[in-house]
């Protein structure tokens, strides 16, 4: 096949699956099967489009329905693989099935790997805490979700439940430390290590904020939207507010109103930033 190149912002024309860089980046993830990884991204994107479908359980948990045939057809394998794959994650802790019975598909919860606590899981009159093994394939095929509704600003990051804020807190440092390469970016910007630490800290009080709102440029947004948004980040988004404070001409008033504004339009407008600078020197002959 003869592929075409992309040109200018040609590759936001598809849709994407999310796996997150830590399941690549952390040790203890090493010698999960990259197939294994993949399914967890596709059982991500189903989280995001369950609570459309209202299946949340009585405790608030957001729980999926995902075949062993449906499976098979998403990664192209047999039935025999897509076992194997399954409990892998099991055997991870980062899926949990719990049965139904009466050849109903099987609930699963998809674990929040920032906090891997046991925590029962009821499904009638059984109680079924941490791995929960795999026996035969389902009777029948469940609802399919419904891909085209899936709002990835809609979808629940928040799913961390902790014994405090502080443990809540430290949860999410550990994780996003990493995932965001803030000691990259301190080596990469040695005089801008204060400010770094600045902007990580306005992330984390976004995340583990009880707020059921967050005001941006004036306009209240859901606090799940902004959460959502601000788990999107990468350490490209970071160096981008930087950028943007340092071009800043006129005085903030409110900086940290500034950075969580600057944060959450980040995914969406650094492109076009980085556009027009490259556009204004080649017209000055930069480059």
Known sequence: MDFGYFHEEESEQFAFYRIPQVLFKDEKFAKLSTDAKVLYGLFLNRVSLSKKNHWIDDEGRVYVYYTLVSIQEDLHCASQKALKLLKELESYGLIERVKQGLCKPDRIYVKNFILLQESPVRSGENHHTGVVKITSPECRESPPNNTELNNTECSNTNLILSKSREDERELYRQYLYQSLDIEILKERYPYGVEEIDEIF???????????????????KKPINVV????????????????????????????????????????PITINNYYQSLVQHDMATGKI
Do not use: E, P, W
């Open 201 to 219: 800290d306005i992330i984390l009080d976004v995340l583990c904020s009880n707020q059921k709102f967050i005001t941006i440029s004036g306009d």
């Open 227 to 266: 959460k959502s948004r601000f788990m999107k980040l990468d350490s490209s988004h970071i160096q981008f507010v930087m950028d943007s404070m340092k071009d800043k001409t006129t005085k903030v008033r409110n900086v940290k109103k500034y950075i969580v504004a600057a944060l959450y339009n980040a």
